[in-house]
């Protein structure tokens, strides 16, 4: 018997070696492809394939947020960090989608995973819809774990792990590890939902005929399976998972691509594209597979004329959400497809959606001279007409947003997109009236046509501005602003702290609202977004965009409040000081574009004048300098510093110290001695504000900055212009989370993110001989300076906030009022309030002051204000 057995198995060991072989060559394939899950052996391995996303963009690390996060272990929950420990509260709309994973039967403890996997989720959509693609990554990948632990299939998680990884209008590139990850993501999301559309079909099947709840609620089950499908596979033709041979899991790329290299333009330009058909493709094909008819949005004037659905938010629970949907609602008119159809059009062109023109004739408008209102306010009926930008398809992306609003008003994905979409329309189109309720019979035979380029008949019918976006923007106030109320803030209210679910969609009401000269809600909604933030850092949540917040709420509070305590006080407290040269904050962002990165102490103390501070820091930053390079200190030849050595002094950049000249320039005019104002600011207590005498201080009045003179001072800033590397843009410079069409970088001349910097560097060559020839005496010279400013600040592309901290157009009002020319001077305020920023109280007060000098001319007194 022994002999025997000894033989079988000496027959059975070339199999087994050959299996092991086997085995072993499988094992090295699935790792060459980056793991299993990522190998088109087994597309639905879940784990897998998280572990191959993991593998190419691995998680930000929590402890990495804050210095005070490395020892805290373990951070708090992810729930607890955005403040809602039971997740994302009812209340709060996320869309439309769900996991979609039937919890018939399960075990308690299974349920209960599957509830947290569904708040995950949609925590995450809340957050990738507020460009948060990091921390919506972690709660995505988190919901797909919690769901595989519960033995179920996840298809929407998969989806939404591809989605994170899909660029937006402010980062519109993809790098190699970005886009493997991307392709197992989708390829995994395509296979699950294909599964779960085959399912939910034939339990469709087989109630054929039935008309019951349960039909229902099987209908609307395959209507969101097959939505999900359509993005999974918009995903996958994005990251070429069905598009090129590209080993899954693996960053090595199809060397034979037609369009070059993945990470040139041309290839970029063809992922957004292919998306964007696909996803086209596949919303058309459920039009043709539907059983009730349907609306074409991609045709404009169907889209246009098609009757309303209408429908309510998606709740929690689905019996709600598959019982608010009417029976006549098709597949189409679904607000999350058309909110994603939407923004897919606008990534074509991020930031370049609209082309218009200012007529001649509109221009007359500002020689009004006699005080009078009359063509002031553009009530002359010339309303500007407006184009799509070339190769955009803006006019289709308007069409619908605006219907994914009309079915969801909330939607907080339509919403955020509708703000950028509008919000850098012309101003001066307001004064014309704009029609923004849209009726579903629209006729626009009876119609001015005013923008006769574009296709649909209410935009070619509508005076359009920033004001087709502020539905948008009042939703999302509405969503995520929390507003300072006492039942807002009780305990256990789950409508508190709501923007910190997603602090950037908060944020981006100030956007259409700074525009519309609505500062008092922009400012409510900075502060809310901007405390978000804070609170999402000190729990190590990683923010989105925390600094642009940040300046937004400066730019609004000195708009609002004006010169005011009120307004400096928290413009200053979110100010940064120019910190060391090299590595402070000046410097580090001296090439970076001023709308995404603190505003400076310098600018700001400027912007109010606040001479003595500004001396302050400027001597701060030179005894800093000077006690950290001892080769430097001037004193050893006791010859006087020039403002060129103490810029290099104390900067390393020429924008950098640029900046320093311009306002050690503006406060030496100013004799260091603040500007007359009626309040005090922190450390004005007990102080005379507005005297002359100021004590004396020898660190600060006897530092060398302090000697150097005005003209000094705007020598320097002139020949700083002239440096050939002071330059508008930056073709290799690159900043992550940041990026756009046209060059690698972030800041190529084509970029609207370009930091615009010579030009800034003029601004402030101008304003500052206007500044020291104004305070001369000779404002005459001052208005001419001013216009050379206000000319090129004319130049500067939309931004918001603007480029430059403050508006040549009131400087130039300034020094035509104190030239005696107040009728010239209430033409630029008006003008200011019309075409920039409506309300703005600094305008306001010129205003005010043009008015009161000319009432007092006109009736004999002294002109005085």
Not at 93 to 120: C, F, P, Y
């Amino acid at each position: 018997g022994g002999t025997a057995g000894a033989n079988v198995s000496v027959a059975r060991a070339p199999f087994f070696v050959l299996l092991v072989i086997a085995a072993a060559c499988l094992l090295v394939e699935h790792l060459r492809r980056g793991g299993w899950g990522a190998s088109p052996l087994d597309p639905t391995d879940v784990r897998g394939a998280i572990s191959a996303i993991e593998r190419s963009v691995p998680p930000l690390k929590r402890a990495d947020v804050r210095q005070h996060c490395a020892r805290m272990n373990p951070p708090p929950g992810l729930f607890h960090a955005h403040d809602h420990p039971n997740g994302v509260p009812d209340s709060v709309n996320a869309g439309g989608l769900r996991l979609g994973i039937d919890v018939a039967g399960a075990t308690d403890e299974t349920q209960k995973r599957l509830q947290q996997a569904e708040q995950h989720f949609k925590l995450g959509l809340l957050l990738k819809f507020g460009f948060n693609a990091d921390e919506a990554r972690r709660h995505f990948l988190l919901a797909a774990r919690l769901a595989t632990d519960a033995k179920k299939d996840c298809a929407a998680c998969l989806w939404g792990v591809a989605y994170s990884l899909h660029p937006d209008v402010n980062n519109w590139r993809t790098h190699k590890e970005q886009r493997a990850a991307g392709r197992v993501a989708a390829a995994a999301a395509v296979a699950l939902a294909a599964k779960d559309v085959a399912a939910a079909r034939r339990r469709y099947a087989e109630l054929a005929g039935d008309t019951g709840k349960k039909a229902e609620h099987d209908r609307i089950k395959l209507a969101n399976a097959l939505k999900l499908l359509v993005l999974a596979e918009a995903e996958a033709a994005f990251f070429g998972t069905n598009v090129f041979h590209h080993p899954p899991g693996s960053a090595t790329e199809d060397s034979f691509d037609v369009f070059g290299d993945q990470d040139d333009e041309p290839a970029q330009i063809d992922a957004h594209v292919r998306y964007l058909r696909v996803m086209e493709t596949g919303i058309n094909s459920l039009l043709v597979s539907g059983d009730e008819g349907g609306i074409d949005v991609l045709t404009p004037d169907e889209a246009s004329n098609a009757t309303s659905t209408s429908t309510s938010s998606y709740q929690s629970t689905k019996q709600k959400e598959y019982s608010s949907r009417s029976r006549r609602a098709t597949l189409v008119d679904d607000p999350d497809l058309l909110a994603f159809l939407g923004v897919a059009r606008m990534t074509l062109t991020p930031w370049r959606y609209w082309n218009w023109t200012v007529p001649n004739s509109e221009r007359t408008m500002d020689k009004t001279t006699d005080g009078t209102t009359e063509g002031t306010s553009n009530q002359s009926g010339l309303a500007i007409e407006v184009r799509e930008y070339h190769g955009a398809e803006s006019e289709g992306a308007f069409l619908a947003l605006q219907r994914a609003l009309r079915l969801d008003k909330s939607h907080p994905l339509a919403a955020h997109a509708m703000v950028h979409l509008t919000e850098a329309l012309p101003l001066r189109n307001l004064g014309v009236g704009v029609t923004v309720a849209r009726s579903d019979n629209w006729d626009d035979t009876t119609k001015k046509v005013i923008n006769p380029s574009l296709r649909d008949a209410f935009l070619r019918t509508t005076v359009m501005s920033p004001s087709l976006g502020e539905h948008a923007a009042d939703a999302l106030f509405g969503s995520f602003v929390d507003v300072d109320d006492e039942t807002e803030r009780a305990d256990g209210n789950e409508n508190k702290n709501k923007s910190v679910l997603s602090p950037h969609l908060a944020h981006m009401a100030a956007h259409t609202y700074a525009r519309l000269g609505r500062w008092r809600d922009a400012v409510d909604a900075s502060v809310s977004a901007v405390n978000a933030d804070k609170e999402l850092t000190d729990k190590c949540v990683w923010p989105y965009g925390e600094a642009h917040n940040r300046v937004m709420l400066s730019h609004a509070a000195i708009s609002l409040y004006g010169p005011s305590k009120n307004g400096e006080s928290i413009a200053m407290a979110v100010s940064v000081d120019p910190g060391p040269p090299g590595e402070g904050h000046l410097d580090q962002f001296a090439n970076f574009l001023t709308a995404f990165h603190d505003a400076h102490s310098i600018l700001t103390a400027a912007r109010f004048g606040r001479w003595r501070l500004v001396l302050k820091l400027a001597a701060t930053a030179e005894q800093n300098a000077v006690n950290e390079n001892a080769t430097l200190r001037p004193s050893d030849s006791g010859a006087p510093l020039s403002a060129e050595t103490w810029t290099n002094l104390v900067s390393s950049t020429v924008f950098g110290r640029a900046q320093w000249a311009y306002v050690m320039g503006l406060a030496s005019s100013a004799g260091f001695t603040d500007s007359a104002r009626s309040y005090k600011s922190e450390e004005d207590q007990g102080k005379d504000i507005n005297t002359r005498e100021q004590a004396y201080e020898p660190w600060i009045d006897g530092s060398f900055c302090a000697k150097i003179s005005p003209t000094a001072w705007l020598a320097h800033v002139n020949d700083l212009t002239r440096d050939a590397s002071l330059a508008d843009h930056d073709d290799e410079f690159v900043v992550e989370g940041v990026s756009t069409r046209g060059g690698k970088g972030p800041f190529h001349e084509t970029s609207p993110f370009k930091p615009n910097k010579k030009r800034l560097a003029l601004i402030a060559l101008y304003t500052l001989g206007a500044a020291i020839a104004g305070r001369s005496g000779d404002w005459e010279s001052a208005v001419v300076q001013l216009e050379l400013a206000k000319s090129v600040h004319s130049t500067l592309p939309y931004m918001e906030p603007e480029h430059w901290y403050l508006p040549p157009q009131l400087c130039l009002g300034e020094a035509l009022l104190r030239s005696g020319r107040p009728e010239e001077a209430l033409v630029v305020f008006r003008k200011e309030l019309r075409d920039a920023r409506p309300h703005d109280a600094w305008a306001l007060q010129g205003e005010r002051r043009a008015l009161r000098r000319m009432e007092s001319e006109r009736g004999g007194g002294g002109g005085g204000d």
